[in-house]
Structure formats: C-alpha cells, structure tokens
C-alpha cells in the first residue's frame, strides 16, 4: 500500500512562513501528480497547487505569488513553501498524488491525512 504523511503546519502570525513536506512511501512504482489542497471551516476542499513529475506548476490565484510548491523525484516528496501568509489562508492542508504501484494496472488517487496551519491576525 501506499501512504502520504504530511509535516509542517502550525500557528504563524499574519505576514509570516511555514513550510510543508509531504512524503510518499510504500510500493510505488512511479508518481505522475503531486498536490497541495486545503478545506477551510464550513468550506469545500479547493486546490492550492500542483506539480507535474517533469516540475511543470499551477497555482489557485488566491496564492500566487506567495505560495512555491516543489518535488524531490528521488525522496517521493512534494513541498508547499508559503510565505505571506494571510489569516484566510487557515486550513486543513491535504498532500495529494497520482500513483502506480507495483503489480497495478493505471493510476490511483491518494491522500494525507492533512496538517493543519492557522493564520493568526
């Protein structure tokens, strides 16, 4: 099986940085997509960022500029980078990947537990 484990959320004061790291483990064979989502109080999950496997990016418009997601192929590790954080940025962060694994046909969809990062005024 295959499992994402999520580090880094905390509590940071508005204007600040905090860096999350996502690892993949298991029996994987290879990763194509890797992603940042986050799901606010009373709110739907909504995409932050995604990374290709070839480092090819996209960014929800509410956190260009100041987010900076990144992959390491070699570890299985995606990054979310987020520098001016806003109190609205607080949330569950969920850690996403696309993922084949050995003696599998096609991808599968995988999941973090999620950290949770609060923006504080």
């Known amino acids: 099986q295959v499992q994402l484990v999520e580090s880094g959320g905390g509590l940071v004061q508005a204007g600040g940085s905090l860096r999350l790291s996502c690892a993949a483990s298991g029996s994987i064979f290879r990763i194509n997509v890797m992603g940042w989502y986050r799901q606010a109080p009373g709110k739907q999950r909504e995409l932050v960022a995604v990374?290709?496997?070839?480092?090819?990016?996209n960014y929800a418009d509410s956190v260009k500029g100041r987010f900076t997601i990144s992959r390491d192929n070699a570890k299985n590790t995606v990054y979310l980078q987020m520098n001016s954080l806003k109190p609205e940025d607080t949330a569950v962060y969920y850690c996403?990947?696309?993922?084949?694994?050995?003696?599998?046909?096609?991808?599968?969809?995988?999941w973090g537990q999620g950290t949770q990062v609060t923006v504080s005024s």
């Open positions: 996403n990947a696309i993922i084949s694994t050995y003696g599998s046909v096609g991808w599968s969809d995988y």
């Open positions: 990374i290709t496997s070839g480092g090819n990016t």
